[in-house]
């Protein structure tokens, strides 16, 4: 059932993507809100009390209602599941950003791809030189693959297999909700150590599922190169298991995704920074190695699912 759940949950949000002010979407976000207004305390022990309730509360009501559906009907709680995955797992909540920014770099627009970047982004407009667009484009639209498609499919498939439901989609999509909604801001909220524990909190849950979407690039992409990079240069190109996921795409994918050092003379060509720098068409090469891995994440999930059998 887990197979057609997130099958259809993926055709289904092809074919009628959610708007970003959705009511599902917006109660989270009001939820997050509220337990961040009561509960952040500026202590430690606060913190994570505060980041358990927000990230878990939402999680184990899924949970409990597909249980409860359960004891009624197959049918019910399937849907139940298919609800779910239809809201927190999909392309169309970030791929219209990505197409839109293609388009225009299609065209010659250079300006206006900086500021539908900079609007996906929700940063300032500025003057990038056409290159290092194409690379923040690439960058960005490989992280939020990883974050609406394929950490959301890991931590599904691993509840799932414990039996609890769908509720690892709605846990994986909080915590990395909280680790952005829950930074440093102008008003001097939330608290510091609110900030810690949903940073912290955000790395474990990210840890396994940035890795197997690494491995699925490799895979599909130049396996050698992917896995080299991975291992050797994944600090290089950003913190934590972002880095992790770049890495494997930079190798996967033949594409620089690092600045070289200034004043760097000629580099070794195992190094990551001596790459081609990033073209249009990788912005389509980049499409084909997130379907592949789609394609061969669903493949496995279809295998398991006959093993079940």
Do not use: K
């Amino acid at each position: 059932m887990g197979f057609l759940a997130v099958l259809l949950a993926l055709l289904l949000e092809q074919a009628r993507p959610l708007a970003f002010d959705n009511p599902v979407h917006a109660g989270l976000r009001s939820w997050a809100r509220t337990v961040r207004r009561n509960l952040d305390a500026g202590q430690s022990a606060h913190g994570w009390l505060a980041w358990l309730l927000a990230a878990g509360v939402p999680a184990l009501v899924v949970m409990l209602v597909y249980h409860a559906l359960w004891q009624f009907s197959v049918l019910l709680s399937f849907a139940w599941v298919v609800a779910v995955l239809y809201v927190t797992l999909g392309f169309r909540q970030f791929s219209h950003h990505f197409s839109e920014i293609r388009r225009s770099l299609d065209e010659g627009n250079d300006a206006q791809a900086r500021e539908q970047l900079a609007q996906w982004l929700r940063v300032q407009p500025s003057s990038l030189p056409r290159a290092e667009l194409l690379r923040q484009v690439i960058e960005h639209s490989v992280l939020a693959a990883h974050r609406h498609v394929f950490g959301v499919l890991v931590c599904f498939v691993v509840f799932w297999a414990v039996g609890l439901g769908p509720a690892g989609a709605v846990f994986y999509r909080m915590a990395e909700y909280l680790s952005r909604n829950w930074r440093a801001r102008p008003d001097g909220t939330p608290s510091v150590a609110l900030q810690n524990a949903a940073a912290q909190a955000w790395r474990w849950v990210d840890h396994v599922p940035a890795r197997v979407t690494a491995m699925g690039f490799a895979i599909v992409g130049n396996f050698e190169e992917a896995v080299a990079s991975w291992r050797g240069d994944a600090a290089r190109f950003a913190p934590g298991s972002d880095g992790v996921v770049l890495a494997a795409t930079s190798g996967a994918l033949n594409v620089r995704l690092i600045a070289q050092p200034e004043g760097a003379g000629p580099l070794d060509d195992s190094d990551p920074a001596a790459r081609p720098q990033p073209q249009l068409a990788h912005l389509g090469s980049v499409v084909g190695l997130v379907w592949r891995s789609v394609v061969l994440w669903m493949l496995l999930l279809a295998l398991l699912t006959l093993a079940r059998f």
